[in-house]
């Protein structure tokens, strides 16, 4: 039982390009969440999945899409990195009914 | 709208001595859930406690227990025996979409 995993841990990108974060969860969690968090700052919700082929925005939505093909994996993805977009990248999942999320040990993502 | 404040950016303690962080929050829902997790430098979310706000006792999950004033808004987390293995971020958290506060940095002094 890994729980949450996420892919890659670390990446660094120039402006422009794109990437895909991969989060992947083998506790058959309903609930998954992206988050991002900066220094100074507490963790901000980015989008969130409350079931397989649903999405919804959080707080901080702009320039991040996301999807849920498979009920065990979240994926983020970012079409135009830019700068601002530089952080460490956390995904969690909880299951329905019990409040507690789990993290995955995050990635950090360097925009040049 | 959802607030989670917590006043203390820093906070430091002996060995073995209690520490208590503050974190006071605002919210118009009735049921509600609250949290502290750890962060320590490993950047990995652990859980330190739970509550639930419908529960009038206060949570307690060995060394670590909350003070859980609901009509204040407010919900402490202290921190009994401190060990050298508590230093880290220490976050307050609260319900379903996890309204975080800033964080309190803790240092443990041997």
């Known amino acids: 039982n890994a729980g949450v995993t996420q892919t890659p841990k670390f990446r660094v990108l120039k402006t422009g390009q794109s990437m895909t974060l991969l989060c992947a969860q083998d506790?058959?969690?309903?609930?998954m969440y992206w988050y991002r968090q900066d220094p100074g700052m507490g963790l901000r919700l980015i989008h969130y999945?409350?079931?397989?082929?649903?999405?919804a925005k959080g707080e901080v939505p702009d320039g991040y899409n996301v999807s849920r093909l498979k009920k065990q994996n979240f994926l983020l993805g970012l079409e135009s990195a830019a700068p601002s977009q530089t952080s460490v990248y956390f995904c969690?999942?909880?299951?329905?009914?019990?409040?507690?999320?789990?993290f995955g040990p995050g990635t950090r993502l360097l925009v040049l | 709208a959802q607030t989670v404040t917590q006043s203390q950016p820093e906070m430091s303690v002996q060995e073995a001595e209690t520490v208590t962080l503050s974190c006071t929050y605002d919210?118009?829902?009735?049921?509600?859930?609250l949290f502290w997790y750890k962060q320590p430098p490993s950047r990995q979310m652990i859980l330190v406690i739970r509550?639930?706000?419908?529960k009038q006792q206060n949570a307690t999950e060995n060394r670590f227990s909350v003070n859980f004033q609901k009509a204040a808004k407010s919900f402490s987390l202290k921190i009994s025996d401190s060990q050298l293995g508590d230093a880290a971020m220490y976050f307050c958290?609260?319900?379903?979409?996890?309204?975080w506060g800033l964080g309190t940095s803790l240092a443990v002094n041997p």
């Open positions: 919210t118009s829902e009735s049921d509600y859930y």
């Open positions: 969690a999942s909880r299951p329905t009914g019990l409040e507690t999320q789990y």
């Open positions: 999945s409350v079931g397989e082929g649903t999405t």
């Open positions: 506790m058959n969690h309903e609930y």
């Open positions: 958290a609260l319900t379903r979409k996890l309204i």
């Open positions: 509550q639930e706000a419908y």
